[in-house]
């Protein structure tokens, strides 16, 4: 399985981002996907995620109301819109596979077996 994120870059404050996640070798329209963010000397946060079908999505109370995950499995890619940026959202954010079991978390990080390798997102004051 192969996970590759793109779209992250410097924005100022309030700008709009949209992150993918484009997956290759795997049936991708299984399984849910999250995205995790990692700023400097942080743990590894939960963001989002989203069910296989994309009906449903849970998201991390920092970024509800700003942040929007979707995914289209017909191109095996998950998306994460993400308006009214904020300094605070500066980091590495990372999209992983859901690995865990059916009604396993969806917050947790080691419940994700598979990792992008992750696409900077800095945002200026």
């Known amino acids: 399985v192969q996970l590759q994120a793109s779209g992250g870059g410097l924005v100022q404050a309030g700008g709009s981002l949209r992150l993918s996640c484009a997956a290759s070798?795997?049936?991708?329209?299984?399984?849910?996907m999250g995205w995790f963010r990692q700023a400097p000397g942080k743990e590894r946060e939960f963001v989002a995620a989203?069910?296989?079908?994309?009906?449903?999505?849970n998201y991390a109370d920092s970024v509800k109301g700003r942040f929007s995950i979707s995914r289209d499995n017909a191109k095996n890619t998950v998306y994460l819109q993400m308006n009214g940026l904020k300094p605070d959202d500066t980091a590495v954010y990372y999209c992983?596979?859901?690995?865990?079991?059916?009604?396993?978390?969806?917050?947790?990080?080691?419940?994700?077996?598979?990792w992008g390798q992750g696409t900077q997102v800095t945002v200026s004051s």
């Open positions: 992983a596979t859901f690995g865990a079991r059916y009604g396993s978390s969806w917050y947790k990080a080691s419940n994700y077996n598979y």
């Open positions: 070798g795997r049936a991708f329209n299984n399984y849910p």
């Open positions: 989203i069910s296989w079908s994309g009906g449903s999505t």
